[in-house]
Structures are given as structure tokens and as C-alpha cells.
């Protein structure tokens, strides 16, 4: 590595024993760090640190003191190391149910999470918790006077519960509405709003092949708290709209909803790309939905410290490294433990830290940051770099996401030429003179589904036209799993990528000019 030629060189030109400065990079000594750290993040005593809650605010406390030991001065309100902000949380309490009733008063309870989805992007009014409702079904849920189409033309469902097909009618596999619009009825927020103004009470929507696929993230997000930024003035969803329940069944309790009604489940989602059009009906069946709604204000924080630039024309500009330390919490008595997402990118840019720190080589600050609510929608970036006043003195943000899982020499780089060649062109130079790690380019691909560039907080940065390089290691076998533990962590590919952000930051800090913003494509896109 250049540094570590470079101090030998040094020592042996002075003829004195090893530095402080060859001991602030010694690879063992990072293992036992990033050992040490993880073993303590990724334990149950922090509850899989969720944002705003018991676990996060452990977490919290543990980094700031671990950047206290280091050097790192406190950056964030009032002299801490926090930056606090308002978050809005719903969930559905565990124990709702939606019975089915038949014609002989038989009931079959479903549960949350195993047997249905109970959307909270528009907070169902509990007024309509506990009623016995009659079902029709009533299509797709549109209404397009402009295409003189309407599911709801011949169909009485004035205090009733509609159940609706997912998406938007197709004749001969073929969209009957333009894209644009086909897009718009397939919103199932459209659905909703639709829905009420025909007097409904509550929507049912059958499963399509689509959410099929997703069941498993569905039933997930059944079971955990949704989260926002708190605005101000508050959202309609703040003020507890006065929205009716939006219920995704499984395919399980679809069949079991439809058997021995006029269609089969499976005759309904036939119809789906047939010239044949879904004729509305009322079920024999009835539906209770019974569900209790958790809604308020919650705290949680982000955590800055600052390592100052060593140059005084210069120490007020900012290189920035970063991870989210928060992950999935505590879901049926499991913890999410979150070692690699992102334990592992939390106590890689700690160790960065603790090396930056020690070597006192940065001519401009580094501000070290660790985001929460990234699992919750890049909440904690989008607070930080839409309020922060020293935004507009950022050089570049440097991200970490799961990077401690795969093999030992690869990673996916992604993003650092969006923006500034420059900086691309710095990564490879540095990687080359460092680690050498194996750059994965994949995920830059501008056609590329997953849209990765978009999904991490780096992002949020880029958007204020900060230049980015995001470093993550697709692990997917685990991923938001309670079984993404300590043991199953690459240590030795962990102290590869400290290694690398201390010599990166470092390169950028010590720039005589900001890096050169020569491309714009990647400010935006499909965001998270």
C-alpha cells in the first residue's frame, strides 16, 4: 500500500523505531476493532436497532462514544453528537384479524402478516373496525368516463366492502387505457379514493402475480412500523386521514374467500388479460375487519463527529464518510441483528474513523455521519441534507451498505462517476495503490432494475450535486433476515474496505480544488 511504503521509507530515512502513524493503520489491530464493534451493534441488547426506538437510541450512544475514544469531535445539535428530528410512525397492532363469515355464520379468522396486508399509506379510520359488511365485487375499482368504463355502473356497494383485482383491465394481454393511465388506476391509492366516493367501507384486494412475488416483503412490512418524516404543516396521513381499510389478501385467503362464490379465485385472475371484462357481483359471504391503528411523533437521530482539517484555508470544507446504523428491529419475539445491513458498513467507516483520526493527515474536515432510518425510506439523509448548514461546503460522500458478506477481494462500486469523473477515476487509482479490490461495475448500468444508486443514502447527497461512491456487497440470502448474524461476516473484507475509505477520504481532503462536477445523470431517477 502507498501510505505504509511511503511512512517505512520515512522511518527508515530517520532511523527511528515504528510510528503512531504505521501503528494507526495496523491491520490487526482494525480486526479486533471491527470485531469488537460488531459483536457489540449486532448483539440483542441492541434489539435490531430501529429507528426511534430503544435499540436505535443503544446504538446511538455506543457509536458516539466510540467516536469520543477516537478523537472525533462532536458535530451534531447543541455540541453532541446528535442530530435529533421528528419521524411520524404507524403501525397495525399484531393481534388485528378480518373473519370471514358464510351463509351458516362460520367464521375463518385470518391473521396480519400471515393472511393479509393492512396498507397504513393512508391510515384507516378505526370507525370502520369491527363491522359486519356485505362483499361486492366490483373489477378493477375504476371509474374512466373518458373511456366509458366503469366498474361501478350496475353495482350497489353503499356501506359495503369491494373486493378488487390488483392492476388494470387488459383486453388480449393489450392496455384498454393509454400507459399513462393504465399507471394511474393501477394506484392503489386511486383504488382507495375511488372506493370512498362510492360510500365504500373497506377494500379487499385480490393477489396478482406480482404480489405474489413480493409476499413475503408484504408480510414483513405487516409487522413493522411505517414510518415518515414529520412535516410541517402535517401531512393528510398525520392528521389521521379519515381513509377506509385497504386489505391485500394472500393467495391462500383469496381461494378461501372465493370458494363456492359465482368465480373462482383462479377463474377472476384468468379473466385478468381475457377479452372478457370482470362482471361485478355480491358475494354470499360476509367480512369483519377488526384492527386497532398505532400512530404519533417519535424522536430519532442522526450521529456526526467531525475529524478537523489540518489546513486552515481548507478545514471548512467537508469530505464525508457514512453508513446507516439502523436495521429492522424486533419482529415476532426475532431480532433483525443487521450484522452486514448495515452493521458491517457501520463499523467499517468507524474504523476509518478511528485511522483518519489518528494519522492527522486531512487537510480538509471529515465529517464522519451515520444515518438512521435508511430501512424506513433514506429518512435520516433526506433530513440531514435538506437542513444541515454545511451542506454546501461537501467535497464528496463516501457510503458504506453491507459490505461484509461475499468474497474477500470483490465489491460493487457504484455511483462514483455519476457526477464527476474525477472522482471515478480517484477510486480506481486509489483501490489500485491500496487493497486492489475488484471492482463490480454492474449495478451502474443506466438500464439496470435494481436501481441501487438510488437506494442508499448517497443518494440524498447526489441530489444536492455532491459527488458519490457507494460500496456494497449484494448479499441476498440473508437480507432483512433474522439470520444475517456476526458469524457469517468477512472481517478480513471489512478491514479491505476501511483500509480503502481512510486512504480515499484522505486523497479527497487533501485535493488543492474540489472535485470537478462533469456529468449530471445522476441526480436523478427512480428514487428509493
Known amino acids: 500500500m502507498k501510505r505504509f511504503i511511503e511512512i517505512s521509507m520515512l522511518m527508515i530515512c530517520l532511523s527511528v523505531p515504528l510510528s503512531n502513524a504505521q501503528q494507526c493503520v495496523e491491520k490487526d489491530t482494525g480486526l479486533t476493532y471491527l470485531r469488537t464493534n460488531l459483536g457489540v451493534l449486532a448483539s440483542d441488547l441492541f434489539e435490531g436497532r430501529e429507528i426511534s426506538t430503544r435499540g436505535e437510541s443503544l446504538a446511538a450512544m455506543y457509536i458516539a462514544s466510540e467516536l469520543k475514544k477516537y478523537g472525533c469531535k462532536p458535530f451534531g445539535d447543541n455540541g453532541t453528537y446528535f442530530e435529533n428530528f421528528k419521524v411520524f410512525a404507524t403501525s397495525i397492532d399484531s393481534n388485528s384479524t378480518v373473519k370471514i363469515i358464510d351463509q351458516e355464520d362460520k367464521v375463518r379468522k385470518l391473521s396480519l402478516g400471515k393472511d393479509f396486508y393492512l396498507s397504513t399509506r393512508d391510515i384507516p379510520s378505526e370507525k370502520f373496525s369491527g363491522i359486519e359488511s356485505s362483499i361486492v365485487f366490483a373489477g378493477y375499482g375504476i371509474t374512466a368516463k373518458d373511456y366509458n368504463y366503469d366498474d361501478y355502473k350496475t353495482l350497489d356497494i353503499n356501506g359495503k366492502v369491494v373486493l378488487l383485482l390488483s392492476g388494470s383491465p387488459a383486453n388480449d394481454g393489450k392496455n384498454i387505457f393509454s400507459e399513462e393511465t393504465s399507471e394511474k388506476f393501477s394506484e392503489t391509492s386511486y383504488k382507495l379514493i375511488n372506493a370512498m366516493q362510492h360510500n365504500a367501507v373497506g377494500i379487499l384486494i385480490l393477489p396478482d402475480k406480482r404480489i405474489s412475488r413480493y409476499w413475503r416483503w408484504l408480510k414483513a412490512r405487516s409487522l413493522s412500523t411505517s414510518f415518515e418524516l414529520l412535516k410541517e404543516p402535517p401531512t393528510e396521513k398525520m392528521k389521521l386521514a379519515n381513509a377506509i381499510p385497504l386489505i391485500i389478501l394472500s393467495n391462500q385467503s383469496a381461494v378461501k374467500l372465493l370458494s363456492g362464490e359465482k368465480y373462482s379465485y383462479d377463474d377472476l385472475v384468468a379473466l385478468d388479460n381475457s377479452v372478457e371484462i370482470p362482471v361485478g357481483f355480491e358475494l354470499n359471504k360476509k367480512v369483519k375487519m377488526d384492527y386497532k391503528i398505532n400512530a404519533g411523533k417519535r424522536t430519532a437521530k442522526n450521529i456526526i463527529g467531525l475529524i478537523e482539517g489540518t489546513d486552515e484555508n481548507l478545514k471548512d470544507q467537508y469530505v464525508v464518510i457514512s453508513a446507516h446504523y439502523d436495521h429492522e428491529g424486533i419482529r415476532n419475539g426475532e431480532v433483525y441483528y443487521g450484522a452486514d445491513d448495515d452493521g458491517s458498513g457501520t463499523v467499517a467507516i468507524l474504523e476509518a474513523a478511528r485511522r483518519i483520526s489518528c494519522l492527522q493527515e486531512n487537510k480538509r474536515s471529515v465529517l464522519v455521519i451515520f444515518h438512521t432510518g435508511e430501512e424506513k425510506g433514506l429518512l435520516g439523509s ?84 455532491i459527488p458519490v461512491v457507494f460500496f456494497y456487497d449484494h448479499m441476498m440470502e440473508d437480507y432483512h433476515k433474522p439470520s444475517d448474524d456476526v458469524e457469517k ?3 478480513e473484507k471489512i478491514e479491505k474496505i476501511s483500509t480503502l475509505v481512510t486512504e480515499l477520504a484522505i486523497r479527497i481532503a487533501d485535493k488543492d480544488n474540489k472535485l470537478i462536477i462533469d456529468k449530471t445523470d445522476g441526480k436523478s431517477g427512480e428514487e428509493y
Open 382 to 465: 433526506e433530513y440531514l441534507t435538506t437542513h444541515a448548514k454545511f451542506m454546501k461546503n461537501i467535497d464528496a460522500d463516501i457510503n458504506l451498505d453491507m459490505v461484509g458478506r461475499g468474497s474477500v477481494d470483490t465489491i460493487y462500486s457504484i455511483g462514483s462517476g455519476k457526477l464527476s469523473s474525477e472522482l471515478h477515476d480517484l477510486v480506481e487509482r486509489v483501490n489500485s495503490e491500496t487493497v486492489n479490490l475488484v471492482f463490480n461495475y454492474k449495478f451502474d448500468a443506466p438500464n439496470d432494475p435494481n436501481k441501487y444508486y438510488y437506494r442508499s443514502d448517497h443518494y440524498n447527497y447526489a441530489k444536492h450535486s
Open 489 to 491: 461476516i468477512n472481517f
